[in-house]
């Protein structure tokens, strides 16, 4: 048996040990292989959830299996397995006793140019918030609305229940063949999500607003957009290895209503701050004093609860090693 080994956003410690227990079980790999040798049988990816929708970003056409490993003491939606049990599941593996989920993408035109693919879901959204933004929405070619909002959302089942679902989007389960489309704080007030089969073109068209636009991919790719976004089903899916027989949708929600208990309990400056990180990505203490308008002081207490409740984690930034950059978990 021969993996790959994909590294992003991960401890050196971590990956010297999975390369041990490979050896230890007789396993051969190689570090980001290439993946038409027909001799490799899975990809492991260290990093966590964003680590495999980064890797998937890319337009693979691949139909080796992928399985996400999590450094933290908290599986995720696509990497299920923490690091410190993953040498009780090297047997399975070896003997490919797990199932492959078929998860699928979204294709994106963005000016008529072909782009990365996203797994969860394309947000086009002002460069600025609190900016509004007019468009069209074309559903195969034919009109739906003429809207002026924050923003509009096309997600995958999966990304249901990530941005999507916050901005009032309707949960998926993973096996509707559809995609989701919300309006983000729409002027009009009757405004609906709506769903849409998978095999349609979703088509953004006519967009402006008085700054330029942007199209972002997963939360963290930013691409600038001057008119049209066109977002259709990707070929191929992405296959992920699901060692674990939890419902992933059922277990989204189950994590979003915990939030929703916790995010109650907490004042108002930790809300925003989630709130930035979410809409921003990765980012300094600095930039979160200059784009939420707190005091420095008000965004450190922030800063420490979120990171005491786990919902944010902080690292060092690889442009300066003497600074902090914060980013969800």
């Given at each position: 048996m021969k ?36 001799s490799?049988d899975?990809?492991l ?14 337009p ?7 399985l996400?490993?999590?450094e933290?003491e908290?599986?995720g939606f ?10 009780s ?7 490919n ?6 998860i ?12 990365q693919?996203?797994l969860?879901?394309i947000a ?6 609190a ?12 009109e739906?609305?003429?809207?002026s ?12 229940s990530?941005?999507s ?9 993973h ?7 919300v309006?983000?704080?729409s002027?009009?007030?009757t405004?609906?999500p709506?769903?849409?089969s998978?095999?349609?073109s ?30 259709t089903?990707?070929i ?7 060692m ?6 059922i277990?989204a929600?189950?994590?979003k209503v915990?939030l ?10 930790s ?14 203490q ?5 784009k ?14 979120l ?16 600074q902090?950059?914060?980013?969800i978990s």
């Amino acid at each position: 048996m021969k993996v790959s080994i994909r590294c992003s956003d991960y401890s050196h410690t971590s990956l010297k040990f999975l390369k041990q227990i490979l050896l230890d079980f007789g396993i051969d790999y190689t570090i980001n292989g290439n993946l038409h040798n027909k001799s490799i049988d899975c990809v492991l990816i260290l990093g966590g959830d964003k680590a495999v929708r980064n890797y998937f970003h890319n337009p693979i056409d691949s139909n080796v299996p992928v399985l996400g490993i999590n450094e933290s003491e908290e599986s995720g939606f696509l990497s299920q397995i923490e690091f410190k049990e993953f040498i009780s599941y090297v047997d399975r593996i070896k003997q490919n006793d797990y199932d492959v989920e078929e998860i699928p993408r979204i294709g994106i035109k963005i000016d008529g140019l072909n782009y990365q693919s996203a797994l969860n879901d394309i947000a086009v959204f002002p460069s600025k918030s609190a900016v509004l933004m007019e468009h069209i929405l074309r559903i195969n070619n034919e009109e739906v609305w003429h809207d002026s909002s924050d923003g509009i959302i096309v997600s995958t089942p999966l990304g249901s229940s990530a941005y999507s679902m916050s901005a009032g989007g309707p949960i998926i389960f993973h096996e509707a063949p559809v995609f989701g489309i919300v309006s983000v704080n729409s002027l009009n007030i009757t405004r609906r999500p709506l769903i849409v089969s998978d095999s349609s073109s979703v088509l953004i068209d006519d967009i402006s607003a008085r700054l330029h636009c942007e199209v972002v991919l997963d939360g963290t790719v930013r691409y600038k957009v001057k008119k049209t976004v066109e977002c259709t089903k990707f070929i191929p899916s992405a296959r992920i290895i699901r060692m674990k027989k939890n419902s992933t949708t059922i277990t989204a929600l189950e994590k979003k209503v915990h939030l929703a208990k916790d995010l109650l309990k907490m004042p108002p400056s930790s809300k925003l701050l989630l709130k930035t990180l979410e809409y921003e990505g990765t980012i300094t203490q600095k930039e979160l004093v200059r784009k939420t308008l707190l005091p420095s002081r008000t965004i450190r207490l922030a800063l420490r609860q979120l990171l005491e409740k786990g919902y944010i984690k902080k690292k060092i930034s690889d442009r300066d090693s003497r600074q902090k950059i914060y980013e969800i978990s």
